[in-house]
């Protein structure tokens, strides 16, 4: 039993060891993230579908999303996802205060994707480029193209949404590691925070070109 | 087991990772400016699987962790590719079956009238 008593912090007695503890709860965390990707397929289908019925359209529909915001919030993702990355490695080799920095800095940049997201958003809905029948716009040529704004808000308004709750989920480990509650032997949520992050930036990697970059 | 225990990744790896994501952004984005036809949509989508890659083994350590996580992830994306071939194959040959052509939305159909 003494490689029991050397495991020094929460390991619940159904474990045999911090090792075993850890890898349930990723597991456990990589399987609400496949149900995440799998919420996602159904969007990411609609767009095959649609796409493939009225590739003209959304063709013509893409040239009015902005290529630089989408690059720029492209930019904004990745950096917060090294910043997090480098958080939760802190808490490995035990730096709190640099952990807590770089959490901050991953929160301030998440904001600022949803500030750029705000700017894009509220020029569609000035030049009535909307879903379904709350679609105004005149000036894209091609059948249905209120289509391929419904497709674009309900992607981009899902993922911003992931971005919220993870901006609620880095809130909650950055008090945690204020707290000292984490250490270089105790950081599954931390770890785990993290791989949600870093599977809201996976997403944004596809909807970027497909959004923003049709040929 | 003991290995994979609580890996520490050098930041100098981190940074590198992150340097090669925002380089690929880079490409993908100038690409997208050559008109290739459709091949455009097949490089966009290589170049987004090899970032989505490096964001998976490196940032979500799918490399060092316990490999049933990759494992099950990669059955996952699976999935998600059979869901999208097999819808696919009704949508785009429902023309073999019967006229398919689109088009406007008419008043009668909304479920929801307008105001």
């Given amino acids: 039993m003494e490689h029991v008593l050397k495991q020094d912090t929460h390991v619940a007695h159904h474990f045999s060891d911090a090792e075993q503890q850890r890898d349930s709860a990723k597991l456990g965390m990589w399987i609400f993230l496949i149900t995440e990707v799998l919420l996602f397929s159904g969007l990411f289908t609609a767009y095959a579908v649609y796409r493939a019925w009225h590739p003209e359209t959304f063709i013509n529909a893409h040239k009015f999303l902005n290529v630089g915001l989408g690059t720029l919030n492209t930019v904004v993702l990745i950096t917060s996802s090294v910043t997090i990355a480098l958080g939760i490695r802190s808490i490995q080799v035990n730096r709190r205060k640099q952990a807590i920095g770089l959490f901050i800095a991953t929160l301030v940049l998440a904001a600022a994707f949803l500030v750029v997201k705000y700017f894009e958003y509220s020029h569609k809905t000035h030049l009535g480029q909307l879903p379904g029948k709350y679609y105004t716009f005149t000036g894209i040529e091609g059948t249905d193209p209120q289509v391929f704004f419904s497709v674009y808000f309900l992607l981009t308004g899902l993922h911003g949404l992931h971005i919220v709750f993870g901006m609620a989920a880095i809130t909650w480990i950055l008090i945690r590691t204020i707290n000292n509650e984490f250490s270089p032997e105790y950081f599954t949520p931390a770890e785990n925070v993290g791989l949600y992050w870093h599977l809201v930036d996976l997403i944004w990697i596809f909807l970027f070109p497909l959004l923003y970059l049709i040929g | ?115």
């Fill in chain 2, 1 to 115: 087991m003991d290995k994979h225990k609580n890996h520490i990744t050098p930041v100098s790896t981190y940074l590198k990772v992150g340097g090669a994501l925002l380089v690929l952004t880079g490409v993908t984005v100038a690409v997208s400016f050559v008109h290739l036809g459709p091949f455009n949509l097949v490089v966009a989508l290589l170049i987004a699987g090899a970032k989505a890659s490096l964001v998976g083994l490196f940032f979500m350590h799918l490399l060092y962790d316990n490999k049933l996580f990759a494992t099950i992830f990669s059955i996952s994306l699976l999935f998600v590719s059979v869901f999208i071939i097999l819808i696919l194959f009704d949508t785009l040959t429902r023309d073999a079956i019967y006229e398919q052509k689109a088009q406007p939305i008419k008043a009668t159909q909304l479920i929801e009238k307008p105001n």
